[in-house]
């Protein structure tokens, strides 16, 4: 760029040639035109210029960083984090190969609920996991979404594992499911791997994504940032309804419906971790939901914030994974959103909903 700032460029072809005639024409007309002055790079600076929308967009994202609590451990403890992430990928990658193994293949389902599926390809991810994780630290708490609460409780490391997030999407064969592995350190991420499941049937691909604590989010070892959006109008967003039809359901079934009207769209897709993921990946702008638990959020929500992004409570207040509320953005549109997120929470504290803790362990030390 800078070399055309201080010489025209060379022109080529069709341009050549007609620059070429009309100087023989001039010449021969006894006329010439003054080329104009090619400026330096100080008179280029000198030049009074409009403020840079990307800049003021950062600027935007920077205090909104700023205003609300970080999510992440600040240290990964006395674990480095290259050594804990790469039990974490092996981890999950190891729950994603038997998924993979399972993906094109008839499921055998099973019912937690009335709608609420788990199928064995859940539980066998679940086991491969346990077993990656226990070699490494067999003296670290870990919370499965299958096998519940293991190992010592005063461990400040927690694994909080989802070993098929997107349950009823992999038994229909819909995209998008994955596994979910974020580690805690004394209640707060320390580092965290999604691998998402991407395509469809016949032509499944995963794709990796993973962060540490101060050490940046990263997809299939290139580092990702979230969007520059900041306009709700221009955004993409997603959300996703629980198992309980209760007030909260209605409040989001609602807060649905007006997104979709002002925004460029609401998708619902059926994987916290996935939907997080997004967000970091710049692809869409928010997400938010109710009624999630530890193991749905505590990987996605350390990516989006290595990413750039902003994590808070649905009422805006700060956030932990033991928490029943999660909005994650790109920070530029994070206050836009709780203009009327936020109010609609706060109704339904008024209403009696519980939003206290979900469920943190007993002696599990934590820093809050």
Not at 163 to 191: E, M, Q
Request: hydrophobic residues 40%; aromatic residues 8%; charged residues 20%.
């Amino acid at each position: 760029m800078a070399r055309y700032l201080l010489r025209p460029p060379t022109t080529t072809g069709a341009a050549a040639a007609a620059s070429s005639l009309l100087s023989s024409s001039r010449r021969r007309n006894g006329t010439s035109t003054p080329r104009p002055p090619v400026l330096g790079l100080r008179a280029l600076a000198s030049r009074p210029s409009k403020a840079c929308p990307v800049m003021a967009v950062a600027s935007e994202q920077s205090a909104a960083t700023a205003k609300y609590p970080k999510v992440a451990a600040p240290t990964t403890g006395p674990i480095p984090a290259a050594e804990l992430l790469a039990v974490i990928q092996d981890a999950a990658k190891a729950g994603a190969e038997v998924i993979m193994e399972a993906v094109n293949k008839p499921r055998n389902i099973h019912y937690k609920g009335v709608a609420d599926l788990v199928t064995d390809t859940d539980r066998l991810s679940e086991s491969v996991i346990l077993e990656v994780v226990r070699k490494s630290f067999p003296d670290h708490l870990i919370l499965g979404e299958e096998g519940g609460l293991i190992g010592d409780a005063l461990s400040e490391y927690l694994w909080c594992i989802d070993p098929l997030d997107g349950t009823t999407n992999f038994a229909h064969g819909y995209p998008s499911f994955s596994v979910s592995i974020g580690v805690l350190f004394r209640g707060k991420p320390a580092a965290s791997t999604v691998v998402e499941f991407c395509g469809g049937p016949m032509c499944w691909s995963t794709r990796t994504i993973s962060a540490s604590s101060g050490g940046g989010a990263y997809c299939n070892g290139q580092k990702i940032h979230v969007s520059q959006t900041d306009k709700v109008e221009q955004s993409l967003l997603v959300t996703g309804f629980g198992y309980e039809h209760d007030d909260a359901w209605l409040t989001n079934i609602n807060l649905f419906k007006e997104y979709t009207d002002i925004s460029r769209g609401v998708r619902r897709l059926g994987s916290a971790a996935a939907d997080m993921s997004h967000v970091a990946l710049g692809i869409t702008e928010a997400y938010w939901e109710y009624r999630l638990k530890p193991w749905d959020m505590a990987a996605g929500v350390l990516i989006v914030e290595e990413a750039g992004g902003v994590v808070s409570r649905m009422d805006g207040g700060e956030f932990t994974v033991f928490d029943r509320s999660v909005l994650v953005s790109n920070g530029a549109v994070h206050d836009q959103l709780l203009d009327r997120i936020g109010h609609a929470t706060e109704d339904l504290k008024k209403k009696g909903i519980d939003f206290s803790l979900w469920f943190k362990p007993d002696k599990y030390p934590t820093d809050f």
